[in-house]
């Protein structure tokens, strides 16, 4: 086929290259084209003059077509902390930042943002997802979708729909009325892809009323159709499982080589039983995605293309930082934030900071939203470069992780070349060795890029103790592994599972340890012997080839939990203020399975009221990517809901404790006082089903409606000044009768503190009298503000239309209900700050 130069193309001209480009194709090569090449990458077709393109996880980073530390990536703050920052100035800015490592990484598609709802504090994977609320989910992510694609890479919403859990994600259908499905579930989907104009959507593994969603109609209706997406429908990770889902609306089977489409479709297509135009439609959308992207040669799309490769850029780490600055949710403060200097000019002050988190915090959550950073920046570590004259003493108080440690890089040397790192080795049956490298981590992975027909995996490394004493050497993977300390066995275990998920199999399986006692500076080779098994990760159960998982590491001797608190609490009794970091672990928060509990693991409430009663001036610091249950939160003198917070986590933290930025998140989602209060808390499915039953009434929406209180409500937060709500109004012309349009309500406020500020407005609608199931109130809109101490400021909120219409089911279309709406301008959802009304219709 003829090439002209390369050039930018209007939207016509693509179209009209696209039409070109299929044509000269045949059913064999279409077909092709719509199944994977391999785990990330897509078949690049030369007739088509189509590059191959590559897709990868990371909502919050960009790990790139394999999952290695020789290939860091920037780990900026999990989604539930972007979208406590309420800002989608700042999620705009994210993903500007994830185009940046995409382009450099070689990267076409990032599959996220998971836009999947808050329904359950116990789903797995809440901290991928950015609120209860559909209107906050919807603002971040179309300003997150715009972001990154402003900048030609491809976003993919996900997971398309009702996929708002873990527990038999595979093989669960939801059952729910029309009117929650449009009005919570798909309404951030249509929001990316009305307004954001998203490139791609990604289906999900479970069902809705009985179809899977692969094959269910909703792909079609309201997708494709009355939404108008141009894109392509990507399936999440083998959840294409029949030729079925070849004649619905999706359009892409991952991973590949391997599909149930294949022949089978090609036959299909030429035996006249899926018809041609619906095999052209589905390439017709990957050859529009790939103009996009830029990967058909002699188009240059309308995006500018980023480079490649390089490092991370430094303003995208600032961002990082900046970002989880925002997100940092202050619930509680009785003046001890920010920390004051120290009485006596010349007395450094005297900080206790506790726990293990604080030195091992978690910066991202389990599963494939995984990436792995050049470097973390500890609680600990933060304060001690934020306050280098400070006396910061540590220690554990309480054990928070729950499986091995990966040995530190400067522990661990190459037995061959004295190199830090390890060796590691596929060998196959002969005895042969089919790869060999040289590694700088020990916690290791491969999805779909490890040696198939291999039998073993050894990991050899010389291994420097810095501590004397006991410690638990031992590995996490499935299967059998010996390890061997200077060529003598001290463990051989093998550890099976009950789960056939991927996520729970590979992601999270179970450790074995043994306790041996080790001298520091002493050096020991450590030999890890692993016999390869099949990881049944495919939804009936089969295995997916080149898939590993291997962690070697460490774990500290269990002291008695009584001993570890009583330490830390005398140091904290020694100094002028203790900062406390709880959190959870990897065995709590991942995809793959949901939570069982709100409650921290470990002794780490114990910790916390020990600490406090050594020491009133206690700030407890909350590392976790979703609600936990805080027995004590009205006890300590300042609390902060800090999510997970990206690689520069430590940096962030000390700047809101020392008072160098204010904190600026607001809560994404409600936080309870305790499990048994939360009105929608069930993710396991009974005979298959998650039943919705709660209708429209999830989140704050159904704390209200039951009447319950929570410890800190949906939208909670404050800084280190105050405000006042002055007056609200409405635009004019909003009050007329018949108005259906967006209108604008204005809020005026003072800075009546000492400081410069930000607040969050926030804008509820109420209608007590409507004819119609309601909640007693829903978000409308919201907006970031700031003003200097002193200074007044006019927050502009726009409500849209849709904010006032709900669902007719018998219609089957969008309604708004004549008359007097209230309008409720609040700090936090159940906060009235303000009111006045607006009459639609």
Same mark, same amino acid.
């Given at each position: 086929?003829?090439r002209?130069?390369?050039?930018t193309l ?6 009209e ?11 064999e090569?279409?077909?092709r084209?719509?199944?994977?090449a391999d785990?990330w990458a897509?078949?690049?077709e ?5 590059r ?5 996880d ?9 999952w290695?530390e020789r290939?860091?990536?920037?780990n900026?703050p ?14 705009y800015?994210?993903g500007?930042?994830m ?5 450099r990484?070689g990267?076409d598609?990032v599959?996220?943002p998971?836009? &999947?709802?808050?329904r ?8 991928e997802?950015y609120?209860?609320?559909p ?5 971040i992510?179309?300003?997150f979708?715009r972001?990154?694609q402003d900048?030609?890479v ?5 997971h398309?729909?009702a ?7 595979f ?15 798909l309404a951030p ?9 998203a490139?791609?959507i990604?289906s ?11 094959? &269910?109609?909703?792909?079609?209706e309201?997708?494709k ?18 030729l079925?889902s070849?004649?619905?609306a999706?359009?892409?089977v991952?991973p590949?080589?391997?599909g149930?489409?294949?022949a ?7 035996a ?8 052209d ?15 058909l ?8 293309l ?8 430094a303003?995208d780490?600032a961002?990082?930082?900046e970002?989880?600055?925002r997100?940092i949710?202050?619930v509680? &403060? ?9 009485r006596e000019?010349g007395t450094p ?5 506790l ?5 091992r ?12 950073p050049?470097?973390?920046v500890?609680?600990?570590a933060g304060l ?9 003493t ?25 190199e830090?790192?390890?060796r590691?080795?596929f060998i196959?049956?002969a ?8 590694r700088?981590a020990?916690?290791l992975m ?8 291999v ?5 050899v490394t ?7 004493g ?17 060529g003598?066995?001290v ?6 599972h009950?789960?056939?998920e ?5 992601m ?13 500076g ?21 295995s997916m ?6 962690t070697a590491?460490?774990?500290p ?7 570890l608190?009583a ?6 009794a020694?100094a002028?203020?203790a900062?406390v970091?709880?959190?959870?672990n990897e ?35 909350v ?6 249950v ?13 999510w997970?917070g990206?690689q520069?986590y ?9 008072g160098?930025?204010e904190?600026g ?7 309870p ?5 939360v009105?929608?808390?069930d ?8 039943r919705?039953d709660?209708g429209i009434?999830i ?9 319950a209180?929570?410890?800190y409500?949906?939208g ?5 000044t105050?405000?006042s709500?002055d007056a ?9 009768h ?6 604008t ?13 930000r ?6 609608l109420?209608?007590p009298l ?12 919201s907006?970031?503000?700031?003003a200097?101490a002193?200074?007044?400021?006019t ?7 849709r ?6 089911e018998?219609?089957?279309?969008w309604?708004?209900?004549?008359g007097?709406?209230?309008?409720v301008v609040?700090?936090?959802a159940?906060s009235?700050?303000l009111t006045?009304e607006?009459?639609r219709?």
């Open positions: 086929m003829a002209t130069p390369r050039r209007t939207h016509h001209d693509v179209e290259q696209v039409k070109e480009r299929l044509a000269a194709l045949t059913t090569q279409k077909v084209l719509l199944t994977g785990f897509l078949h690049a030369p007739d088509a003059g189509l191959v393109m590559v897709v990868s990371g909502p919050s980073g960009v790990r790139g077509a394999r290695d290939e860091p990536s920037l900026l999990s989604a539930t902390a972007l979208g406590a920052t309420w800002d989608p100035e700042i999620a800015r994210y500007v930042a185009a940046h490592e995409a382009r990484k990267v598609v599959l996220g998971t836009i &999947n709802l808050h359950s504090p116990l789903a797995g994977r809440h901290f997802a609120s209860e609320d209107l906050l989910t919807a603002d992510a179309e300003a979708v972001g990154l900048h030609g491809g976003a993919c919403p996900k398309y729909v996929n708002d859990f873990e527990t038999d994600r093989t669960a259908s939801v059952e729910l009325s029309d009117r929650a499905l449009r009005e919570l579930y989907f249509e929001r990316t892809v009305v307004d954001g104009g490139w791609t990604m999900a593994y479970n069902a809705v009323r009985g179809v899977t969603m692969t094959e &269910n109609t909703l792909l079609a309201p997708l159709g009355e939404w108008g997406f141009d894109g392509v429908v990507i399936s999440d990770w083998t959840a294409v499982r029949t079925a070849a004649a619905a999706q359009d892409l991952m590949g080589p391997d149930p489409w294949g089978a479709l090609v036959a299909a297509v030429e006249g039983e899926i018809p041609v135009e619906v095999l439609d589905k390439v017709r959308r990957l050859l529009r995605l790939a103009a996009r992207v830029g990967a040669d002699d188009v240059t799309p309308a995006a500018p980023l480079p490649s490769g390089g490092p991370t850029d303003a780490i961002l990082a930082r970002a989880e600055v997100a949710v202050l509680r &403060n009785d003046g001890v934030l920010p920390l004051a200097p120290p000019p002050v005297r900080i206790a900071v726990g293990q988190s604080a030195q915090p978690r910066t991202q959550g389990g599963g494939s939203a995984t990436v792995v050049q470097a973390t500890s609680p600990l001690r470069a934020a306050l280098p004259g400070a006396t910061i540590h220690a554990i108080g309480a054990l928070v992780q729950d499986g091995v440690l990966p040995f530190d890089l400067d522990t661990v040397r190459h037995p061959d070349t004295g830090q790192g390890v590691i080795r196959d049956a005895g042969t060795v089919v790869l060999e490298e040289a700088r020990t916690d491969w999805l779909g890029d490890a040696p198939t027909g039998v073993a995996f050894e990991l010389d291994w420097t103790p810095t501590e004397t006991p410690i638990e050497l031992g590995f996490e993977v499935l299967g059998r592994t010996v390890l061997e300390l200077d003598v066995t463990l051989d275990a093998t550890a099976g009950d789960d056939v991927l996520g729970a199999a590979l999270a399986p179970p450790s074995s340890t043994v306790r041996l006692d080790v001298e520091a002493r050096t020991h080779r450590l030999r890890f012997d692993h016999r390869m098994v099949a990881i049944p990760s495919m939804p009936d159960g089969s080839p080149g898939v590993l998982g291997f590491g460490w774990r001797v269990a002291e008695s939990a009584e001993a608190i330490e830390a609490a005398a140091v904290a020694a002028d203020v900062v970091v709880v959190g959870t065995k709590v928060e991942s995809e793959g399975f949901d939570r069982t509990s709100l409650d921290l693991p470990g002794h780490q409430d114990a910790l916390v009221r020990a600490v406090v009663a050594a020491n009133p001036r206690t700030v407890v610091v590392n976790s990517g979703s609600p936990v805080m027995p004590w939160h009205d006890d300590v003198a300042a609390l902060l809901i800090t997970f990206g520069e430590g940096h962030a933290l000390a700047d809101v404790l020392t160098a930025a904190p998140g607001r809560l994404p989602t409600t936080w006082a305790r499990a048994q209060d009105p929608v808390l993710t396991t499915p009974v005979d298959g089903t998650v919705y709660e009434h989140g704050y929406r159904a704390w209200q409606r039951a009447g209180t929570p410890a409500p949906f909670s937060g404050t800084g280190y105050t405000w709500y609200v109004r409405v635009d004019a012309g909003a009050q007329d018949g108005s259906t349009g967006p209108l309500v204005r809020v005026d406020l003072t800075n009546t503190g000492a400081r410069t500020g607040q969050v407005v926030q804008v509820y109420t209608r409507s004819d119609v199931e309601r909640p007693v109130r829903w978000l409308a809109g907006a970031v503000v700031a200097d002193g200074s007044s400021v927050a502009e909120v726009t409500l849209r239309r904010a006032f219409e709900h669902w007719d018998p219609a089957g279309g309604v708004t209900e004549p007097v709406f209230g309008v609040g700090r936090h159940d009235t700050e006045t607006v009459r219709g």
